[in-house]
């Protein structure tokens, strides 16, 4: 039975441990009251700890089958349902977020955990590819040769101040590197720790029930730039998932890259995720883009990776139309507490910045509610083109409810406005028939630019399936080339062997003649089952 009651303690495999650093404790960011328990940050020897742990169960977990592995994450998702409304407390006591969101997140942790124990016993992850022998091919024989993916090693994974469950403790990266054969150690965050001990628990749990090595699973508070650079540096680590600011992501980044192996860091770090309303979209609706627009920017309180920052239109009457009704449904947005206080003193930060700019006129701002104690308040602003060309600050990401409307000089405007962008996880178009001429131009400029292409729709809202992709060009993330949502995550922690002549005693199951795990297969360059 997954335990509930909090102690203020990290997970070190299969023991609970009290840290012995600087004292952290959860603000709820509505009332600003401090919560209990205290928890205290790890060291170097927390670290030392779990690594070693993680590279002494590396061994035995990678060899799993695919089912023991499939059970394993099927018992996480379900031991994190049970903790049911004890874990939803506690949420929306660390962070602010509104219960039926809350629980709308911890069924999508539980669901895409489920999704990659499917994905793991239909066992086409493996990559299983044979090429039998041509003993008589002339002018020269071909070996036989195989091939599939084997696991990178222990991996770690920092929780996310956003997604307390999706992207934390058991989120995607979590559930990607588990179904991959690695052991994860966890940097939780530390604006919820109560969060991330009960999720924790509930995998502790999981590895205890299904006989696995400790080392599977271990949990650490601290900072970043002592804990977190101290597990990246580690040699026994292989590979590393975050999900956080640009300056934190480069600074893993740059640790990786400095190690005398240096391992890849999948970072999700920056995006502003623009939005381009084509001519007939805007003359036909520009009301009604302009509502779902600003129920878009403030979901979330603007605290979603995928939040629409920015927006290119054409300057005319119903570009006028657009910003008076997105001005009037922004201060219709009443002020909600952000995620903590950090986040919200940043995100006023760079609001301020562009107040401050001459070229930038405010549309419209949200309400305030001094009875908050983590306030976030929405605002549209809007500029020119030709000023926002001329304005670097205008392309920063601001993490909330902020959003800047660019005017266009005319429709062949978007395809440069595309090209000027550093990488984004989104783009997002909105486009009447009578725009797909010109449409049709701009989606290869977006193809080299952003993961996902959206249309007539909004970016907020992640599918987690196996076409999803949220990633993209840096700085959205660090590796343009992988997903950190949907199946197609598991590739990050895998990487490719080959086999040549292998005598059959020793070859893996998945290889093997035959095929006794039953997965697709590519034999001779056919995919089958057989």
């Known amino acids: 039975m997954t335990a509930t009651a909090l102690t203020g303690a990290m997970f070190l495999g299969s023991k609970r441990v009290a840290g012995d650093g600087t004292e952290v404790r959860a603000i709820d960011p509505r009332t600003g009251e401090q919560l209990e328990p205290t928890y205290r940050q790890g060291d170097a020897s927390h ?3 779990a690594a070693r742990l ?6 035995v977990y990678r060899e799993t089958t695919p089912e023991q592995r499939a059970s394993f994450l099927d018992r996480i998702a379900d031991n994190i349902d049970a903790l049911g409304d004890t874990l939803v407390d506690r949420v929306v006591r660390e962070t602010g977020i509104v219960e039926p969101r809350v629980r709308g997140e911890m069924a999508r942790t539980t ?8 994905v793991v016993r239909e066992g086409s992850w493996a990559g299983a590819r044979i090429d039998p022998a041509l003993p008589d091919r002339m002018p020269l024989p071909r070996p036989d040769l195989r091939q599939r993916k084997v696991p ?10 956003n997604f307390p469950l999706a992207f934390s403790v058991a989120g995607g990266d979590t559930a990607a590197a588990l179904a ?8 939780a965050h530390n604006a ?22 400790e080392g599977v699973f271990s949990m650490i508070f601290g900072s970043g730039s002592g804990v977190g650079i101290g597990l990246v540096s580690d040699p026994r680590v292989k590979a590393v998932g975050f999900t956080g600011s640009r300056q934190a992501g480069l600074s893993l980044m740059a640790a990786a890259a400095s190690r005398p192996v240096p391992i890849p860091v999948y970072a999700e770090m920056s995006s502003i995720n623009p939005v381009f309303l084509m001519p007939g979209a805007l003359a036909a609706d520009a009301e009604g883009l302009a509502a779902a627009y600003v129920a878009s920017l403030t979901v979330g309180v603007g605290q979603l990776c995928t939040n629409p920052g920015l927006v290119f239109a054409v300057d005319g009457p119903d570009l006028d139309r657009f910003l008076e009704a997105a001005g009037a449904a922004v201060t219709q947005s009443p002020a909600l507490p952000m995620l903590n206080p950090g986040i919200q003193r940043s ?3 760079g609001v301020a910045r562009l107040q401050d700019l001459p070229t930038v006129t405010e549309v419209g701002a949200g309400g305030v509610d001094e009875a908050i104690a983590a306030p976030g308040q929405a605002h549209v602003f809007a500029t020119s083109v030709t000023d926002f060309s001329a304005e670097p600050a205008m ?4 993490f909330g409810s902020s959003s800047l409307v660019v005017r266009l000089g005319d429709a062949g405007d978007f395809a440069a406005a595309a090209g000027d962008l550093e990488g984004q996880l989104t783009a997002t178009v909105h486009a009447a028939p009578s725009d797909y001429a010109a449409a049709a131009g701009l989606v290869p400029a977006l193809e080299d630019k952003v993961g996902r292409i959206i249309f007539n729709g909004w970016p907020t809202g992640v599918e987690v399936s196996h076409a999803m992709v949220h990633g993209g060009p840096f700085p959205a993330t660090s590796d343009g080339r992988s997903t950190s949502v949907g199946t197609l995550a598991i590739e990050r922690f895998l990487r490719p062997v080959a086999y040549q002549d292998l005598p059959a005693e020793l070859l893996p199951p998945v290889l093997a003649a035959g095929n006794p795990l039953g997965a697709w297969r590519l034999v001779d360059g056919e995919l089958t089952r057989g």
């Open 180 to 187: 991959a054969g690695c052991p994860v150690i966890v940097k």
């Open 347 to 349: 995100y006023t930060e």
């Open 111 to 118: 669901n895409q955990l489920r999704l990659f124990a499917r």
């Open 192 to 213: 919820h720790p109560g969060v991330s001990e009960l999720v924790a628990g509930a995998i502790a749990d999981a590895v205890a029930t299904s006989g696995l090595p």
């Open 54 to 59: 993680a590279a002494e169960a590396f061994g």
């Open 152 to 161: 990178l090693g222990p991996v770690v994974v920092f929780g996310a101040s």
């Open 47 to 49: 670290v030392e700890y």
């Open 395 to 398: 392309r920063e990401e601001v």
